[in-house]
């Protein structure tokens, strides 16, 4: 599907990959490590790595302290993701755990205060809501999909379009 | 595991989740609707569409128009879900299309451009790199949780610290 959102979900594959992606921000690097923190089988995670390697979110080396070990680390595109971590965190701790319980923020180390709750903004800066946002066409738009954003646009333009 | 990323992928469930909101954020709401968008077999798609209600992410109602059909819509909680689509969307458009080849865009509807780049902030508005983060402790966390947060924070600590 020519869609960022579903091409972001596939090529992460599944939800270890970001459990795996946060634990390797924060420090983690080996099989071990992972396994541990994640309580996740072998095969399972070795897959999962496999993976991540191939799809250019971790690079894999061999340890310079033990050649018999491997060591995981991101790659841009995977320190990339941390954003998406960070607004579901955001939306974890709001709509599960509430102000009272919730386990942990990122925060920042300057202050050690919680980060800010992710705000999406216009190109001049303006805060923008749901209520502000649709789908637009992107150069690599196919033909259907123009059809269909012209439709949606048409739809819910302002109140001078509602005769149809 | 108590954390709000773990939890609120617990709850997503599977990707089908994020692609229903997607899509209902964008006026679909009907079962032929979300099964014709996203060519989803017709049990997987009941299946999905009834956890998310259970979990308080849609809301089934009967179709005023037609009382054999039913309506989906989003809650509060799952309309939250749209900042995460916008974090998903930013990186499957940067790292997958690139700028040339980018089929969609979440847009100002006021200007009909793309949304900026979601960017993290500190609490006196500073722009936050991942190099600035870290993660902290939030009221719910356990003993074992807190420990592993004064570990992190130790081992990560400005210069002062580098001896250990």
Same mark, same amino acid.
């Given at each position: 599907?020519?869609?960022?959102?579903?091409?972001?979900?596939?090529?992460?594959?599944?939800?270890?990959?970001?459990?795996?992606?946060?634990?390797?921000?924060?420090?983690?690097?080996?099989?071990?490590?992972?396994?541990?923190?994640?309580?996740?089988?072998?095969?399972?995670?070795?897959?999962?790595?496999?993976?991540?390697?191939?799809?250019?979110?971790?690079?894999?080396?061999?340890?310079?302290?033990?050649?018999?070990?491997?060591?995981?680390?991101?790659?841009?595109?995977?320190?990339?993701?941390?954003?998406?971590?960070? &607004? $579901?965190?955001?939306?974890?701790?709001?709509? =599960?755990? /509430? !102000?009272?319980?919730? %386990?942990?923020?990122? *925060?920042?180390?300057?202050?050690?205060?919680?980060?800010?709750?992710?705000?999406?903004?216009?190109?001049?800066?303006? &805060? $923008?809501?749901?209520?502000?946002?649709?789908? =637009?066409? /992107? !150069?690599?738009?196919? %033909?259907?999909?123009? *059809?269909?954003?012209?439709?949606?646009?048409?739809?819910?333009?302002?109140?001078?379009?509602?005769?149809?």
């Amino acid at each position: 599907m020519a869609c960022g959102i579903a091409q972001a979900l596939e090529r992460i594959g599944d939800w270890w990959t970001l459990l795996i992606v946060r634990d390797a921000l924060f420090g983690l690097s080996t099989f071990d490590e992972f396994r541990q923190s994640l309580g996740i089988p072998r095969n399972t995670l070795s897959t999962r790595l496999s993976d991540m390697v191939e799809k250019g979110i971790l690079i894999c080396e061999d340890d310079p302290q033990d050649g018999r070990r491997k060591l995981y680390s991101l790659t841009d595109q995977g320190r990339d993701l941390w954003v998406i971590l960070l &607004a $579901l965190q955001q939306w974890g701790n709001g709509w =599960i755990y /509430g !102000p009272e319980r919730v %386990p942990s923020y990122m *925060a920042d180390r300057e202050t050690m205060t919680p980060i800010e709750q992710l705000s999406p903004r216009a190109a001049d800066g303006r &805060a $923008l809501t749901l209520e502000d946002v649709t789908m =637009i066409e /992107g !150069p690599g738009a196919t %033909p259907l999909l123009k *059809a269909f954003f012209d439709m949606l646009n048409a739809e819910n333009a302002p109140d001078t379009d509602q005769s149809n």
